[in-house]
């Protein structure tokens, strides 16, 4: 968990909290989070990268789309499926 926690600082810190790669950084960040079972901690970078990705790609981008459904699974993981599937609906 700490490598994932220092990679994604470091591209935050390096080239920006927007840069695709730290977006990146933060998702795979994310990921291990959910599958640690972190998931407050997750969630909450899985909508900070959500929005980054609505703000510097648009809506429609591919990049945006993985953001949705990382979000929608790990609230489906939390146990708030509704709400995941309210996100998915409003994603297309």
Do not use: M
């Amino acid at each position: 968990l700490g490598l994932y926690r220092n990679a994604a600082s470091a591209y935050q810190l390096t080239l920006g909290i927007e840069h695709v790669d730290t977006l990146a950084a933060n998702r795979s960040l994310a990921l291990f989070l959910v599958r640690t079972g972190e998931l407050d901690e997750a969630l909450a970078l899985q909508q900070a990268t959500l929005d980054a990705h609505r703000r510097t790609v648009g809506n429609a981008s591919p990049k945006t789309l993985e953001s949705i459904i990382d979000l929608g699974g790990s609230l489906v993981e939390r146990n708030e499926p509704g709400q995941a599937q309210n996100l998915l609906e409003n994603a297309v």
